[in-house]
């Protein structure tokens, strides 16, 4: 079966540079797939980061993706305390001929 | 811009089933797909399946397939997903997701509100 993982909790305190990891990627079309999205308390996910390290427009460039191999990176840096929520991973899976998303990622803003 | 509307909440009986709707409008793409993801409360998000509203093409993932089926009426750019045999596990909230492409990268793709769907006796 298809994982992604993804750490289940992070933390930093404000200014701090925090990375979560991803892996488990196994699309043939490589980082292309990847996005990255946070998730507030009651609301839907936000797209943060597309095709492994594209920033939509309105997202900070405190947000950065980043792919190596299998696996792929969110970095946030000068964290602020608006930044704790979850954030989860999402690929293509040729297994699966279907989307995966990560487990998710709790980031606390310490 | 492309704007994405759900259906209203719904609350089923177990063994019954459930028909939510995603209307885009303002469609950035001509070609697009449609993906359906759900989120129990309290859980991570689970890829359901998509849908190509111009060609007609759906992919299921397998957990899913023998209960969902997606269908789109192009006159209004709205897509249904039907889910059948509800049981207490599929209470989540789903949300249709608007992408360019089947993979769901390489362009920015738009979310919908959520619909929640609990089933409970």
């Known amino acids: 079966q298809s994982v992604l993982t993804q750490p289940p909790s992070v933390s930093g305190t404000p200014g701090q540079r925090v990375t979560i990891s991803c892996s488990g990627i196994?699309?043939?079309?490589?980082?292309?797939?990847v996005n990255w999205y946070q998730q507030l308390p009651g609301t839907p996910p936000k797209l943060l980061i597309y095709?492994?390290?594209q920033r939509p427009s309105g997202v900070p460039d405190r947000f950065s993706g980043s792919m190596s191999d299998t696996s792929a990176s969110l970095a946030i840096s000068g964290l602020q305390s608006e930044d704790e929520a979850d954030y989860y991973c999402?690929?293509?899976?040729?297994?699966?001929?279907?989307?995966?998303f990560g487990g998710g990622t709790k980031l606390t803003v310490l | 811009q492309v704007q994405v509307v759900q259906s209203g909440a719904e609350v089923e009986k177990p063994g019954a089933s459930v028909r939510v709707s995603c209307k885009t409008s303002?469609?950035?793409?001509?070609?697009?797909?449609i993906h359906w993801v759900r989120q129990a409360p309290g859980q991570g998000l689970e890829w359901m399946a998509m849908?190509?509203?111009?060609?007609?093409?759906?992919t299921y993932s397998q957990k899913f397939q023998d209960r969902v089926v997606m269908t789109a009426d192009t006159s209004t750019n709205t897509v249904y997903i039907h889910l059948s045999g509800l049981r207490s596990e599929d209470t989540a909230f789903y949300y249709c997701?608007?992408?360019?492409?089947?993979?769901?990268?390489?362009?920015?793709?738009?979310w919908g509100p959520g619909t929640l769907v609990t089933v409970s006796s």
């Open positions: 997701v608007y992408c360019k492409y089947y993979y769901g990268a390489g362009a920015p793709d738009k």
């Open positions: 303002g469609n950035t793409f001509t070609d697009y797909w």
């Open positions: 849908i190509n509203p111009t060609l007609g093409r759906t």
């Open positions: 196994t699309s043939s079309i490589g980082g292309n797939t």
């Open positions: 095709s492994g390290n």
């Open positions: 999402a690929a293509w899976d040729d297994r699966m001929n279907g989307r995966l």
